[in-house]
């Protein structure tokens, strides 16, 4: 779980409706966060956005304990503050609130309650992206993959495969490069590799540490390589005639392989494009 800039800015929002300042603060405090007195930044508005902004900016969105810290944070101010006072069903911007964090992999169902997980959740930040055109696309493959764990991990499998090839699709696009609509992964990442300046050529040799930076990017590439190959064994396609025998944990494998590179090469696009950077 990570959760997104995106959904901190609806927990400003659903602050700003619902809470005091001194409330917002009881929330953020009760779990340990302190707020960042010295917080100015002239594109959050509001007294009670700039509050919770301020102890958002002092969180070290990088420690997955104080993730999960601040999803208590948010669960607190949703069963203080969005539920029906007679039925405790969910008002309208805490559904937002709450479909924004399950986006996000954290371990709530769509009532705002946590669900035990026993391993590390289907998520990917992705509303950190606004380069995406359509993030719902990857969106839908995240779901499939978090449904298709247990009961369906050959669809999970699939679906981590398709969540690699529709991202490479997004950036080929962006740059205006073809491809063929019967592409496979391999094809879609050598290229999207190659656009991003992310292949193992593109590494100058003559820097410091440049030959363990081609083993890296190299990896990535074997990775999408061997993705192809679990989804042709264990995944769903081609016709089979027999039931595939993959496991709950052959899924979360493909999963985890996936998101590495799908996370890598979303990173690098953003920031490629923020510096009106395009292929060669």
Same mark, same amino acid.
């Given at each position: ?10 927990? /400003? ?5 619902? @809470? ?11 779990? /340990? ?48 503050? /969005? ?33 035990? +997980? ?6 990917? $930040?992705?509303? =950190? ?5 359509? $993030? ?15 009961? =369906?991990? &050959? ?28 592409? @496979? ?16 050529? &593109? ?31 264990? @995944?769903?396609?081609? @016709? ?5 025998? &993959? ?17 890598? +090469? ?12 395009? $292929?060669?």
């Amino acid at each position: 779980m990570r959760i997104s800039k995106r959904t901190q800015q609806i927990f /400003g929002d659903f602050c700003s409706t619902h @809470g005091v300042l001194r409330t917002i603060r009881e929330v953020f405090e009760a779990e /340990g966060f302190s707020e960042n007195e010295d917080f100015d930044d002239p594109k959050v508005w509001g007294e009670r956005r700039t509050l919770a902004a301020s102890f958002h900016s002092a969180i070290d969105m990088d420690d997955e304990s104080q993730q999960y810290r601040l999803l208590r944070v948010y669960l607190h101010a949703i069963d203080d503050w /969005g539920r029906d006072y007679l039925d405790g069903t969910l008002r309208p911007d805490a559904v937002r609130l709450v479909r924004a964090l399950r986006r996000d992999g954290a371990p709530i169902d769509e009532n705002g309650n946590l669900v035990d +997980v026993e391993t590390s959740p289907v998520a990917l $930040p992705l509303d =950190d992206f606004g380069r995406l055109s359509q $993030p719902d696309v990857l969106f839908k493959h995240l779901e499939r993959i978090r449904t298709g764990l247990k009961d =369906d991990p &050959a669809l999970a499998i699939a679906s981590a495969k398709e969540l690699l090839e529709s991202t490479c699709k997004f950036v080929l696009d962006d740059y205006g490069i073809s491809y063929s609509s019967r592409a @496979g992964a391999q094809d879609l990442y050598r290229n999207t590799a190659r656009a991003l300046k992310i292949d193992r050529e &593109a590494v100058p040799g003559n820097k410091k540490g440049s030959e363990s930076a081609r083993k890296i990017l190299q990896n990535l590439a074997t990775t999408v390589q061997a993705m192809a190959e679990l989804r042709n064994e264990l @995944g769903l396609g081609h @016709g089979k005639t027999k039931n595939s025998e &993959a496991l709950e944990r052959h899924a979360r494998l493909a999963f985890n392989a996936s998101r590495t590179v799908v996370e890598f +090469v979303l990173q690098t696009w953003d920031q490629r494009r923020k510096r009106g950077a395009g $292929p060669s």
